[in-house]
T-cell receptor
Framework: AQKVTQAQTEISVVEKEDVTLDCVYETRDTTYYLFWYKQPPSGELVFLIRRNSFDEQNEISGRYSWNFQKSTSSFNFTITASQVVDSAVYFCALKDSSYKLIFGSGTRLLVRP | SQTIHQWPATLVQPVGSPLSLECTVEGTSNPNLYWYRQAAGRGLQLLFYSVGIGQISSEVPQNLSASRPQDRQFILSSKKLLLSDSGFYLC????????????FGPGTRLTVT
């Protein structure tokens, strides 16, 4: 069965600190897709990144970077030099052979000035 | 570009009253459409998805129903609301094939009193 675990319920950091959000997934499929979404206080989920199971290259986009490791079934998200605007709930999600996106329970990030 | 709309933005309804939430997508054709519910402080639960007009799949048995009367319109309904129906309802869309990320609407915050 598919499952996504975000063990960190809430993280609090001071502005400019680096922070890593953990995501561990389970699936029996060999082809699958992993995602990160951001949910700011307004509520709308914002798509951040998709990663395919056959592409383990890490990705960097500005202050955001993602580390995908199939060996440990992890897809971690790092924010470098965090800012107050990064405060949000972040969701990791998995899609394999079904139509469904399986979401983790989310990690609430609070960046304090 | 594609946009997704949901209305109303907020709704307060008494127990036992009917419900109708609407979602429309602009700028694309034949999207897959999804309804999610997010209870306070929790992750997202997929309620319904649709791959075409009149084609609805239910993920969770409950007193809610969904309909897709037009290609880009998705409606969530209930004949009699329960207190447990309170939550944040999000509509999402994507296209089939290689594009798997879902794009979410602004959401409807429903409070059943």
């Amino acid at each position: 069965a598919q499952k996504v675990t975000q063990a960190q319920t809430e993280i609090s950091v001071v502005e400019k600190e680096d922070v890593t959000l953990d995501c561990v997934y389970e699936t029996r499929d060999t082809t699958y897709y992993l995602f990160w979404y951001k949910q700011p206080p307004s509520g709308e989920l914002v798509f951040l990144i998709r990663r395919n199971s056959f592409d383990e290259q890490n990705e960097i986009s500005g202050r955001y970077s993602w580390n995908f490791q199939k060996s440990t079934s992890s897809f971690n998200f790092t924010i470098t030099a965090s800012q107050v605007v990064d405060s949000a709930v972040y969701f990791c999600a998995l899609k394999d052979s079904s139509y469904k996106l399986i979401f983790g329970s989310g990690t609430r990030l609070l960046v304090r000035p | 570009s594609q946009t997704i709309h949901q209305w109303p933005a907020t709704l307060v309804q008494p127990v036992g009253s009917p419900l109708s939430l609407e979602c429309t997508v602009e700028g694309t054709s034949n999207p897959n459409l999804y309804w999610y519910r997010q209870a306070a402080g929790r992750g997202l639960q997929l309620l319904f998805y649709s791959v075409g007009i009149g084609q609805i799949s239910s993920e969770v048995p409950q007193n809610l129903s969904a309909s897709r009367p037009q290609d880009r319109q998705f409606i969530l309904s209930s004949k009699k609301l329960l207190l447990s129906d309170s939550g944040f309802y999000l509509c999402a869309w994507n296209l089939g094939g290689l594009t798997y990320e879902q794009y979410f609407g602004p959401g409807t915050r429903l409070t059943v009193t």
